[in-house]
């Protein structure tokens, strides 16, 4: 579980984030949605300690990582996967020489068994047989794909997907999203996900937390944010006709 | 630490032997016309002809190949190495290193420190090897100086230690150029914009740094 307690971070004299707290189990999806700009990346950046909040508390499994120094807070990151919005592979080296990368920085694998994991990380995400094109040889899609399998290389505790089928097809998003909700389940991971995709909402949203002016506006799962009254939720979720009347008819039905 | 070691060999690829070119191209020219020039200052019967071989070889040594090489190498190493850092900075690729647990700095710099501190002082003898044959291409072949009076003149008071000194110079101008070109890379903020703008910059600065060593350093040294 990770707990984030009354964080706070500004940039400059812009404040992005104001106390924000929440809690995020383990074994379960948690997704942290929002329009664009609201504070959600920044939001997981503070948490894994990219950038430096300014006041509050993060903790991982009870650890707390705000106060560690930077040799515990690596032994923490070991076991965090994190796929970054803009994917971030390391384009001088191959798809498969990206997924290898931690194991062989961290692991005392044999060749063989690196291999294999490798192997079954790409299989994992569809990707099976492409190991040697490079990131730039990669579609935009293909490389999210490539920056989950090397996020879930380590088998992390904890992982991280910022916005994980922004520009995939909807058929290539399922399949990822379903990817991310066997793994958190199977090895009971606490699994962080951004998203605005509601389709994702709907598939995989065990706890959803809605970040809006940098404050979290609304907390509740996939069922919940169908009947909330929350202004902003509705404006948020149902912004299309189309989401509206699929509203409708589901609030009727569960009347 | 096979990573490591493949790092290391790209780096030397890329700041040794991709660097061959231009080093050879600039020494062979540069070393004609110091020997031509020598010559044409040189042109009094009091002084015995074989002092162009040697002025021409002390000037390479002292200074034209392990100065102004490294400046030409600042430039263009120098430059790649922010640029090639700070699109790792932009493109959250520093970000994904240090998620995994890895010293981002020390990953990426140790390999090029290494490799410029291996390899710049063996360009540099290169291009100490090739300014002479400059020198003789020019003097020999344009039939100012036997071979011989050329190659005596090069022996001339010839000090090992001048070498050394160069070497010294050669290797601190490497680090120089590889830590200052890293920094402006590592701490980019922004976009490609601001990119372009700090490599021209760690080529700036790094140059005025070497100018300013080799002033401190030919001071300790040589005096
Ligand atoms: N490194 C930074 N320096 C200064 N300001 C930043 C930085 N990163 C983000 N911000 C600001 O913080 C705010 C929130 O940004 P953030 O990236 O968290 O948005 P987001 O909710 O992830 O949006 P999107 O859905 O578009 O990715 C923005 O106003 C942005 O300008
Ligand atoms: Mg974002």
Partial sequence: MISVRNINKTFGKQQVLYDVGADFQSGRVNLIIGQSGQGKSVLAKCMVGLHEVDSGQILFDGRDFTSMDKSDRAEIRQEIGMLFQGSALFDSMTVEENVKFPLSMFTKMTKKEMQDRVDFCLDRVNLQGRNALYPSECSGGMQKRVGIARAIAMNPKYLFCDEPNSGLDPKTAIVIDSLIKDITYEYGITTIVITHDMNSVMEIGDNVIFIHQGKKWWEGDRHTIITTDNPEIEAFVFASEFMKKIRSSLKERIK | ?223
């Avoid at chain 2, 062979?28 to 044409?40: D, H, K, R």
């Fill in chain 2, 1 to 223: 630490m096979s990573i490591f070691w493949r790092m290391l060999m790209d780096e030397l690829q890329f700041i040794g032997i991709n660097s061959i070119p231009i080093v050879a191209l600039m020494s062979t020219f540069m070393g004609a016309v110091i020997s031509l020039q020598t010559a044409s200052n040189m042109d009094s019967p009091l002084l015995p002809a074989y002092t162009v071989g040697y002025i021409t070889q002390s000037s390479i040594i002292l200074e034209f190949s392990p100065t102004i090489i490294s400046l030409i190498l600042a430039g263009k190493v120098g430059s790649n190495i922010a640029s090639e850092i700070g699109t790792m900075r932009i493109t959250e690729q520093i970000d994904a290193l240090e998620i995994m647990g890895v010293n981002s700095i020390n990953h990426l710099m140790l390999p090029k420190i290494l490799a410029s501190i291996l390899y710049f002082p063996v360009l540099i003898v290169f291009s100490m090897f090739l300014g002479m044959f400059g020198g003789f291409l020019a003097l020999v072949i344009s039939d100012l100086q036997t071979t011989e009076t050329y190659i005596l003149g090069l022996r001339s008071w010839f000090d090992p230690y001048n070498i050394f000194y160069a070497l010294t110079k050669t290797v601190a101008f490497g680090f120089i150029i590889v830590s200052i070109s890293s920094f402006y890379g590592y701490y980019v903020k922004g976009g490609s914009l601001d990119v372009g703008k700090a490599s021209t910059k760690a080529v700036v600065v790094s140059s005025v740094v070497i100018l300013i060593a080799n002033f401190i350093i030919t001071k300790l040294m040589l005096l």
